[in-house]
């Protein structure tokens, strides 16, 4: 069972930038899917992004689609999340988790050993 935890959260103002990180133990991480969810305040958690275990594959929400790369360094056992254009209504609670099943998958369902999270706040 793989442990993640989140960092990188803050508040910024909107049209900046945040760099998450997502450091999981284990030594299975490249073997492992991974994705980005957040939960914005008052409102259920969305999937924001995923990659392929080896970094190469990814897919996007399109509300954050060419404003947001997801990335990984399977050497350091870690995933990222570069946000840039921040905009006020990304403000949430970011999420890291593995991809159990479906590659392709937006579904909450099939993603497991959620990390506690990160508060990004984006203020106007």
């Known amino acids: 069972q793989v442990q993640l935890v989140e960092s990188g959260g803050g508040l910024v103002q909107a049209g900046g930038s945040l760099r998450l990180s997502c450091a999981a133990s284990?030594?299975?991480?490249?073997?492992?899917?991974m994705g980005w969810f957040r939960q914005p305040p008052g409102k259920e958690r969305e999937f924001v992004a995923a990659?392929?275990?080896?970094?190469?594959?990814?897919y996007y929400a399109d509300s954050v689609k060419g404003r947001f790369t997801i990335s990984r360094d399977n050497a350091k056992n870690t995933m990222y999340l570069q946000m840039n254009s921040l905009k006020p209504e990304d403000t949430a609670v970011y999420y890291c988790?593995?991809?159990?099943?479906?590659?392709?998958?937006?579904?909450?369902?099939?993603?497991?050993?959620w990390g506690q999270g990160t508060q990004v706040t984006v203020s106007s």
């Open positions: 990659i392929r275990r080896f970094g190469i594959f990814t």
């Open positions: 988790a593995v991809l159990n099943v479906g590659w392709g998958s937006r579904r909450e369902a099939d993603f497991g050993s």
């Open positions: 284990g030594r299975t991480f490249s073997s492992y899917d």
